[in-house]
Nanobody
Framework: QVRLVESGGGLVQPGGSLRLSCAAS????????MGWYRQAPGKERELVAT???????NYADSVKGRFTISRDNAKNTVYLQMSSLRPEDTAVYYC?????????????WGQGTQVTVSS
């Protein structure tokens, strides 16, 4: 079982920056993959970025070059540094954790944090 708590969302102007944090209730080194997803009003939840326990990262094309995912194993925390924010980045951002346990994937979600990009 993994409990995830996001923080760092808020209101920011276009072109601004925010850093989201996701604190896990257990050692994240044991979690195969962690990531950030987002869901805008009226749209499906979509992948933003993921990072594996080995440090490999993956990004949605829409955020490449603007967002950076990272992890601090000592703090059991995953971050999403967001720069050059656009109005279309407005969404609820969710932290995700995936663990492979005895051949079966277990998936966990945080409660989400709102990011609003507006002037």
């Amino acid at each position: 079982q993994v409990r995830l708590v996001e923080s760092g969302g808020g209101l920011v102007q276009p072109g601004g920056s925010l850093r989201l944090s996701c604190a896990a209730s257990r050692n994240i080194f044991s979690i195969n993959k962690m990531g950030w997803y987002r869901q805008a009003p009226g749209k499906e939840r979509e992948l933003v970025a993921t990072i594996t326990s080995g440090g490999s990262t993956n990004y949605a094309d829409s955020v490449k070059g603007r967002f950076t995912i990272s992890r601090d194993n000592a703090k059991n925390t995953v971050y999403l540094q967001m720069s050059s924010l656009r109005p279309e980045d407005t969404a609820v951002y969710y932290c995700n954790a995936m663990m492979l346990i005895i051949g079966s994937w277990s998936v966990y979600w945080g409660q989400g944090t709102q990011v609003t990009v507006s002037s």
